[in-house]
């Protein structure tokens, strides 16, 4: 087929394949063609959903396939979003189509697929068809019709009534009032008593809910030093970026909102991220107690419908707030004036799948290509953040007390060492009877959920590993079953050892659920929760928990680092740290930098209302400065002393990282395929005289996980520009088996 320059259009494909395609646009289609639709095109045997990226042109003819539909009436992105497109597919070195797809709401392209149908003659043949797609939601409104002669009897005739008397209601809402209301409802139709008129309405995740209004709380010094200076970038239109550092309950986010204000105020709009999804309903209701504009939400607890539905509303200019957790950063909002992470040290902002995006650093690449103030807020923040802040490529705002002159908790490191076997040392015991006498609500911190850590034979030394990775299976007595915690394999749990057949079996170490069992026998009259993946799991399941904890129904509460994170709760006068230790210990340079940061946002919860704090952590190191520094309140000195070690063995922010992680199902496949793909980046370093240091390759530090043997690459380099020159050629010049995966992740978080 002859093609013209004038009707071939640019399609990038959700594949993991890299570029884009070229299609012949044909001329019934060509007024409806614009960027940011979707197109469904032929793709080999099959037909999918591309993304039309714009007119293109070929140094020479070829045939090309032709687009067969357009599926939007309306753009799903524009050009300025497609540039951040391309930002983030060239960085992270990903297929542009994939991450589209992932900006975009789930579920909503078309597939052929293929199921077996009979003919006419009975024999069964191949049919095409088209999957997916997202559809709207539409609801039948009924209202009565004034002064008609014709009257139902009966259930309808109480219809009609409160239809004449309310005005137009929604058949949903009937059927509250009346029950199965159906056949009432087509009868007054039918008399001309009343008319139905059908349209399309919005999954409200916050439908049933209630939340007041309240006024902006008066500024502390601090508060109105960083409140003026972030109030100026905003009206400036230019780009700022700002590290707000504040203490545990000192306000920031009062700074947030008096920050957004000055931005609406402006005519411009607020995204606003944070690291859990449990921190979104109590901030949501902060924010809509004090915005009356339109607010959404979009995070992985809301149903796919209600996320659809959320994002066509900020797509059509409905809402001027969006809250949410990481992939809230590719909300369609128009005229950004403000971009707030929250939380910014939290590893949760990186994609640990697909495109492995970090929503903190794209934060800052979305607030300058949309001129909009950016503010990074944490009590820890990353010490790459605060290096930036000191060397001034961050402003930095500083909140040094907490609001209302509250103190901050009084805080007592306990030794654990000589103590094998209790999971309460004396002082804490005491410390929670006493919180409970007086009233006040206690956190229990473990970071480890399940009852026990591993099983182990005490007759031939069998521990229990999962068979698809490299760990051993944790055992949840509500489940009755041991679990992996990173492919969900579970089986039952055994009464004798499967090795040896030995009877003297036990369970070592402590989870969630077993700190729970031995607080209800130390505690009996205490009520006691626990919040984990496990008890979180299902739609409200976060709320559900920290509202009890909220209106005083709880009086301990256990949870993993889930409860570290951000939550406000006046009552909680002790916070005991079960165990500090297990995050000290992991192969990763930024083990220390994670442990001072979840120790001192977990005691932070502590006397955040009128009754002052108390905090206790048991410790195996208690000279360890990641400890000592967290305890003592001390963030300078625990930067001095990490930024020191950082400098000496050269990680981030003195170089900058790159991971590759190669898998297969075969342990010797792995280690060839690895060991190629060193040789050749190697090579590749040797030949275009890179200034980076290539590591490996090793054995993953989690050597098998699902079945499959990981080997590891590290490459550290000072210049990002030479890093990621070496990535795109090793990505052109590489070639792997089917059954070999390579990952690569730019800026990794996880080293395991």
């Known amino acids: 087929m002859q093609t013209s320059p ?5 399609v990038a494909i959700p594949l993991p394949l890299e570029g884009s395609f070229h299609y012949l646009l044909p001329e019934r289609l060509a007024g ?7 197109v469904l095109v032929p793709f080999g045997k099959r037909k999918l959903t591309g993304y039309l990226l714009g007119p293109a042109t070929l140094a020479e003819t070829v045939e090309l396939k032709e687009v067969l539909d357009i599926l939007d009436e309306e753009p799903l992105f524009t050009a300025s979003e497609l540039e951040f497109y391309r930002w983030i597919a060239n960085y992270y070195i990903h ?10 709401p789930a579920g909503i392209n078309l597939v052929s697929r293929y199921r077996c149908e009979k003919a006419e003659d009975g024999t069964p043949v191949l049919r095409e068809y088209l999957s997916g797609g997202r559809h709207v939601r539409t609801e039948k409104f ?11 009897r009966g259930k309808g005739a109480a219809i009609l009534d409160h239809l004449a008397e309310v005005g137009e209601c929604s058949a949903a809402s009937l059927r509250e009032l009346f029950g199965d209301c159906a056949p009432q409802l087509h009868r007054l139709v039918e008399l001309g008593a009343a008319r139905m008129s059908e349209r399309e309405v919005y999954r409200d995740p916050f439908r049933a809910e209630s939340f007041g209004h309240d006024a902006p709380l008066p500024l502390n010094p601090g508060q109105a030093e960083a409140f003026s200076r972030v109030s100026a970038a905003i009206e400036s239109g230019a780009f700022s970026p700002f590290l707000l550092h504040g203490v545990t309950g000192s306000g920031k986010t009062e700074v947030y909102l008096q920050s957004i204000a000055v931005a609406l105020r402006a005519g411009k709009t607020a995204l606003v991220l944070v690291p859990e999804i449990a921190l979104t309903p109590q901030l949501v209701g902060r924010f809509k107690r004090r915005f009356d504009c339109g607010i959404a939400v979009l995070h992985s607890g809301l149903s796919d419908g209600e996320r659809f539905d959320e994002w066509r509303r900020i797509r059509r200019g409905e809402a001027q707030i969006v809250i949410g957790a990481r992939s809230a950063l590719f909300a369609p909002l128009e005229r950004v004036g403000v971009i707030v992470v929250d939380e910014e040290h939290e590893g949760s902002y990186k994609q640990s799948e697909g495109v492995r995006y970090n929503s903190r650093d794209l934060a800052l690449v979305r607030g300058k290509l949309n001129s909009a103030v950016v503010i990074l807020g944490s009590a820890t923040p990353l010490v790459t953040s605060f290096y930036a802040a000191k060397n001034g490529r961050l402003g930095y705002l500083h909140l040094a007390t907490r609001v209302r002159e509250l103190p901050m908790p009084d805080t007592v490191m306990l030794d654990a060492r000589g103590h094998k076997g209790e999971t309460f040392l004396p002082p804490l015991v005491e410390a929670i009877g006493e919180n409970l006498a007086n009233g006040g609500q206690t956190l229990l911190f473990l970071n480890r959920r399940g009852f026990a850590t591993y099983l182990v034979c005490h007759d031939c030394g069998h521990v229990l590993r999962c068979p698809n990775c490299e760990v051993t299976l944790t055992y949840h007595r509500g489940k009755g079953r041991h679990v992996c915690h990173y492919c969900d394999y579970m089986i039952p749990a055994p009464s004798v050892c499967p090795a040896c057949q030995g009877s003297e079996i036990t369970m070592l170490g402590r989870g969630t659920e077993r700190v729970e069992e031995e607080v209800q026998e130390l505690f009996a009259k205490a009520r006691v929760s626990r919040m984990d993946r496990d008890t979180t799991k299902g739609k409200g399941g976060h709320a559900r928990v920290l509202k009890a904890l909220a209106d005083g129904s709880v009086d301990i509460l256990i949870g993993t680092q889930m409860i570290a994170k951000g939550h406000d709760f006046p009552g909680v006068t002790l916070v005991g740290v079960v165990s500090a230790d297990a995050s000290l210990n992991l192969p990763d340079f930024r083990s220390s930098e994670r442990t001072f940061q979840l120790v001192t946002q977990v005691m932070g919860r502590a006397g955040r209302g009128d009754k002052p704090g108390k905090v206790l952590v048991q410790t195996l190191a208690p000279e360890h400065y990641a400890l000592t520094c967290a305890v003592g309140h001390d963030f300078e000195g625990f930067y001095e002393k990490e930024i020191e070690f950082r400098e000496e063995v050269g990680y981030p922010p003195f170089t900058h990282l790159a991971s590759l992680t190669i898998s297969a199902l075969s342990a010797r496949q792995a280690e060839q395929a690895a060991e190629e793909a060193a040789r050749l980046l190697r090579r590749i370093k040797s030949e275009c005289r890179l200034r980076v240091e290539i590591l490996g390759p090793v054995t993953a530090p ?12 590290l490459l550290k380099g000072k210049e990002r520009s030479e890093l990621h020159k070496l990535l795109f050629h090793f990505r052109s010049g590489y070639s792997h088996p089917s059954t070999v995966r390579m990952v690569v992740d730019v800026d990794p978080v996880e080293m395991l």
């Open 6 to 10: 004038h009707h071939i259009v640019e």
């Open 32 to 38: 409806q063609a614009a960027l940011g639709k979707r």
């Open 95 to 104: 297929p542009l189509g994939e991450v589209i797809k992932m900006a975009l």
């Open 142 to 152: 009924y209202a009565a019709v004034p002064e008609v002669d014709a009257r139902p």
């Open 702 to 713: 989690l050597g098998k996980v699902r079945g499959r043997f990981r080997w590891q690459i």
